[in-house]
């Protein structure tokens, strides 16, 4: 079946530090991708999305790319701050199933120290 | 706009009792979602409504676990009788897409955690 495969964690950096998570998946079809975050006390919000291959999500500063050849969808941020500490999970969407049935990664925590 | 609405926040209840969450969806949205997270992994779906028929409950633990989502909004998720593995977050999600039409994003509640000893 469809599955997500992320990093694990805990990742731990300094502020201003370059962040990236890897994310790869392994899906039939044309699957879309996702970056959640979830903030310590806070539900899972939508970071970032691409629905086909090359395109490039993002938003806050952080980017990944739909690489279908590599089945990759890594997570980027080229300065993170104390802020950005959170837990991230990849996750992606199979059209040929449930509508809207998202698979999660395990979720990789990020620590962020000043 | 308000988000999705759960409650309780936090449970802790002895095995073998019995459990209900419930969930208030975004206004107006289509699908309904409820999320089973075990600490350490993420989050994985247990029952999918359109409206208030059901999706998809393929993973849902039908001897122990029920779901209801009368009217199409609100919706409500039983756990009789619980188990120690039982122990989670449970997640609510809403989405305003329709089948065959195209997923957006889902917008998630807090959640609620249970702990059963």
């Known amino acids: 079946g469809d599955s997500v495969t992320q990093m694990e964690g805990p990742v731990t950096l300094s502020e201003e530090a370059f962040l990236t998570i890897n994310c790869t998946y392994t899906a039939t079809g044309y699957p879309s991708l996702f970056w959640y975050v979830q903030y310590p006390g806070e539900g899972l919000q939508l970071l970032l999305k691409a629905t086909k291959a090359d395109d490039k999500g993002s938003n806050k500063g952080f980017e990944a790319t739909y690489r279908k050849e590599t089945t990759s969808f890594h997570l980027e941020k080229g300065s993170v701050q104390v802020s950005d500490s959170a837990v991230y999970f990849c996750?992606?969407?199979?059209?040929?199933?449930?509508?809207?049935?998202?698979?999660f990664g395990k979720g990789t925590k990020l620590s962020v120290k000043p | 706009e308000a988000g999705v609405a759960q409650s309780p926040r936090y449970k802790i209840i002895e095995k073998r009792q019995s459990v209900a969450f419930w969930c208030n969806p975004i206004s107006g949205h289509a699908t309904l979602y409820w999320y089973q997270q075990i600490l350490g992994q993420g989050p994985k779906l247990l029952i999918q409504?359109?409206?208030?028929?059901?999706?998809?409950d393929s993973q849902l633990p039908k001897d122990r676990f029920s779901a209801e989502r009368l009217k199409g909004v609100d919706s409500t998720l039983k756990i009789q009788p619980a188990k120690l593995e039982d122990s989670a977050v449970y997640l609510c999600a809403s989405s305003p897409g329709s089948l065959g039409g195209t997923f957006s994003e889902a917008f998630f509640g807090q959640g609620t955690r249970l702990t059963v000893v």
């Open positions: 996750a992606l969407t199979n059209y040929g199933g449930s509508q809207g049935n998202l698979i």
């Open positions: 409504f359109q409206n208030n028929g059901v999706v998809d």
